[in-house]
């Protein structure tokens, strides 16, 4: 099931219906298991059929790490529990690619390889749920965290459906906890959810879509487009991407709390930051994080010399490439953003944290400040056509052309031609981001009575509604 | 929690407000001379036409590619054309014939070669603007189209709020796709004196004989009930443009010598035109690609020998749209 459905929109309320009509918290994680299955069922029963193998081999490998007291027995358990989820992830997500490469590279050395080809389609979601196994593994490993001994609490933790497919990717220290305790209904965190959801639809259907539409024609004859063209494109794949991802995010995390529950948050207005290292604390923070706590700081972090700490980054940063997707291209888009973090990490500069205000409090910034947002956004834009294109060499013709150009009057009038109304649109959402960047979203009139705050919803609804495409595309973020 | 079911109620029943005059605009707008209507005139039709009949079921190049007078003229008994969109689908097409089906008829299907692939077995947009305009079409509804048609169910309310956009801003649209282009069989004429568009821009494309087995076995299980009831079937394949043939021409081979097997149905001779012959897509005909295409169809039943010249037309009851003399 995907959110922009009016198969999900009568799935959630009867969930909602059968969820708080449940007294008892174990048979309420029962209904939410079971609706999570039936909602990742409806893609692929088989692939419900792997997450449930997957996710119950890591619930029985927390629960062998506390019996076993050895280190070495330990070490086993952890390892087996990373063959498992991690080999399942690379079977699916990178036998090709590896088996590609290996192919090229044997042919470089003269030896002719005919590698076993694999026609799987990709598990949709794996690399969320996996991620969130193993931080569970880890944690109880490191003793940070008590095995949980309830099947179904596991179960609700790893396939919790809002956050299932895309995320945010919640640590089990976060969520599981949730699912351990009694909810209570709580008015205005369900409102509150209820605006999460509208504003996030907002995103994806008047906004990620459309702007798509042009990224995709862009991006689609990259050879041939001229220069504004491809600048308009790059421009509205970042906005297509941002309004994707961190729509689903908002639909999670305010789905999430029509249930009880608090969803970590995913993004924090991102193109307001002042630096590359401060974008990534804005920017898919739940994966951020993530690698930042089980794979960079493992590795010594800042700690160390200048080569090691160089080494922690990059190697942190390809990784993070690499996880969203079987290709060179998000290896080289993981390395640039790696190498743009360096020197304000080993300058020692103390990082902006992600609940402070972007772009400064200040409601009109001043001019260094814009500079240095502009130029953010400017070198995470010139990123973004390495994750956009499908190869290096593609990346490299569109990069080629965005530089050299011709950039006439008439080329930037055509190219603006498809967004003379998006990008007006595109202005006033960003307006609305800068003025509500305090708080998580935009959708917050407390003060305003309600006629008025129900006909502003109102129009926000239908005009989700006149602006989404006759096909609504499916989340980018699926894919990973 | 009862305080917010009873916001959450009141805001999405003032949402259904708006829904319900959204919709009223557009029906009295433009939905009740919308083409899709058509479908109520043609179920009238098949109701009240006595067997035994001609029924012609299948998508667009049926309504704009008969001259069922003619077929009626000559072959002694009452046509009704059900064509109307391929977007709705094969399963929402025989559903409706089906129901109607009675001792004596003859059902030439016609189906239009994109719902016999796999995967897409009607345009769902189409068939929800279908459904919101005649209600009654839900009646030949697969309980299968379902969850399909609510996944892609977003797009209908953006589909009645453009064009309500469009019709204030510049009135009703020009286009030939109007309900009054209907005749009283079915067919639609809407377009006879525009000439040639060349078939448009877009290309049939046909499926491979593996990728239709599922299409085979609906048709196959059409045909079984249609014999039951004692009616006949046999298979006119859509008229295409000459190109389009050519370039597939071994892949069409294939793909109805394998529907003959695996259906056990005829499937006449396909009418290979110039795209000169085509109004605005390669299923579209002009007036000459019609007359050639009934010419076909016409020798095709006959050859078949499965309707005589002995039997009498019936008279034809009018719909409210009849447009006689045409």
């Not at chain 1, 006629?451 to 509604?465: E, F, G, I, Q």
């Not at chain 2, 078939?199 to 045909?223: I, K, M, Q, Y």
């Not at chain 2, 394998?258 to 000169?276: C, F, K, M, N």
Request: proline share 6%; aromatic share 12%; charged share 15%.
């Amino acid at each position: 099931l995907t959110f922009t459905t009016l198969t999900f929109l009568l799935f959630l309320p009867v969930v909602f219906a059968l969820y708080w009509s449940t007294r008892d918290q174990r048979r309420r994680n029962l209904v939410l298991v079971l609706a999570s299955y039936f909602f990742y069922a409806w893609w692929d029963v088989r692939y419900a059929a792997l997450m449930a193998v997957a996710s119950f081999v890591d619930f029985l490998a927390a629960i062998g790490l506390e019996r076993v007291r050895s280190p070495r027995g330990r070490r086993a358990i952890l390892y087996t529990s990373f063959a498992c989820s991690l080999g399942l992830l690379g079977f699916f997500k990178y036998f090709g690619f590896f088996a590609e490469n290996a192919r090229a590279l044997a042919a470089a050395v003269g030896i002719t390889l005919t590698p076993f080809e694999l026609n799987v389609v990709l598990p949709v979601g794996i690399s969320f749920y996996t991620f969130q196994t193993l931080s569970y593994v880890i944690d109880v490993y490191r003793g940070e965290l008590p095995a949980t001994h309830d099947v179904v609490e596991y179960m609700a933790y790893v396939s919790f459906f809002p956050q299932l497919v895309a995320g945010p990717i919640e640590r089990a220290g976060h969520l599981l906890p949730q699912f351990q305790t009694r909810r209570v209904f709580d008015y205005q965190q369900a409102r509150e959810g209820l605006h999460y959801m509208a504003w996030g639809f907002f995103k994806k259907l008047a906004l990620a879509d459309n702007l798509g539409a042009v990224a995709d024609a862009a991006f689609g004859a990259t050879a041939t487009a001229d220069a504004p063209t491809l600048a308009v494109g790059t421009l509205c794949f970042a906005f297509q991407i941002y309004c994707d991802f961190s729509a689903y995010s908002d639909i999670a995390v305010g789905c999430a709390r029509l249930f009880g529950v608090q969803l970590m948050r995913n993004f924090a207005y991102p193109y307001f930051s002042q630096s590359v290292a401060e974008f990534w604390r804005r920017w898919h923070i739940s994966l951020s994080t993530w690698f930042r706590d089980y794979v960079y700081v493992p590795l010594g972090g800042g700690r160390g010399g200048t080569l090691q700490r160089v080494r922690n980054v990059m190697v942190t940063f390809l990784l993070s490439g690499l996880w969203h997707g079987a290709s060179w291209n998000f290896v080289v888009w993981g390395a640039l953003n790696g190498l743009a973090v360096l020197p304000a990490l080993l300058a020692g500069r103390k990082a902006r944290p992600a609940s402070d205000v972007p772009g400064g409090e200040s409601l009109v910034p001043g001019p260094v400040v814009v500079a240095r947002m502009l130029g953010t956004f400017l070198f995470v834009c010139l990123t973004w056509v390495f994750f956009r294109t499908r190869t290096i060499a593609e990346a490299w013709t569109a990069l080629r052309r965005l530089v050299t150009g011709p950039w006439t009057g008439a080329g930037l009038s055509a190219a603006l031609e498809p967004v003379q109304f998006l990008f007006p649109l595109l202005a006033l959402f960003v307006l609305a981001e800068w003025l509500a960047r305090r708080h998580w979203h935009p959708l917050r009139w407390p003060a305003l009575p309600r006629p008025l705050r129900w006909t502003a919803y109102s129009v926000l609804v239908w005009m989700t509604l006149a602006l989404s495409r006759a096909e609504v595309g499916a989340f980018i973020y699926f894919q990973f | 929690m009862k305080r917010f079911l009873r916001d959450v109620g009141a805001f999405l029943a003032l949402q259904v407000v708006v829904a319900v005059a959204v919709e009223t605009a557009y029906h009295r707008a433009l939905g009740a001379h919308n083409y899709m209507a058509a479908f109520e005139d043609k179920a009238k039709l098949l109701e009240t036409t006595p067997p035994p009949r001609i029924l012609l079921v299948g998508g667009s190049s049926l309504a704009f590619g008969v001259n069922s007078a003619a077929i009626e003229r000559a072959l002694g008994r009452p046509v009704v054309n059900l064509g109307l969109h391929a977007g709705l689908g094969l399963d929402l097409a025989l559903r409706q014939a089906e129901r109607s089906l009675a001792q004596g008829d003859l059902v030439v299907l016609s189906p239009e070669y994109g719902p016999l692939g796999p995967g897409l077995p009607f345009h769902t947009v189409t068939l929800l603007h279908q459904l919101a305009i005649v209600p009654s079409a839900a009646r030949d509804l697969h309980v299968s189209s379902v969850p399909r048609l609510l996944d892609g169910g977003l797009g209908l309310p953006r589909q009645r709020l453009t064009a309500l956009w469009d019709y204030v801003r510049v009135g009703r649209p020009v286009s030939v796709y109007w309900r009054e282009g209907f005749n009283r069989r079915g067919d639609f004429l809407g377009h006879l004196d525009s000439g040639s568009l060349g078939g448009g821009s877009e290309h049939v494309w046909v499926p491979t004989a593996e990728l239709a087995t599922d299409a085979c076995a609906r048709l196959g299980r059409f045909a079984r009930r249609a014999r039951e009831r004692g009616a006949e079937v046999l298979i006119a394949p859509p008229p295409i443009p000459a190109d389009d043939r050519e370039r597939q021409s071994e892949t069409i081979a294939r793909f109805w010598q394998a529907v003959t097997q695996r259906t056990g149905l005829r499937v006449l001779e396909d009418v290979v035109l110039p795209r000169s012959r085509f109004f605005d897509s390669g299923y579209h005909l002009t007036r000459q690609g019609r007359r050639q295409h009934t010419g076909s169809i016409l020798r095709g039943v006959r050859a078949a020998g499965v309707v005589t010249r002995d039997a009498p037309a019936a008279p034809v009851a009018s719909p409210r749209t009849a447009q006689p003399g045409r």
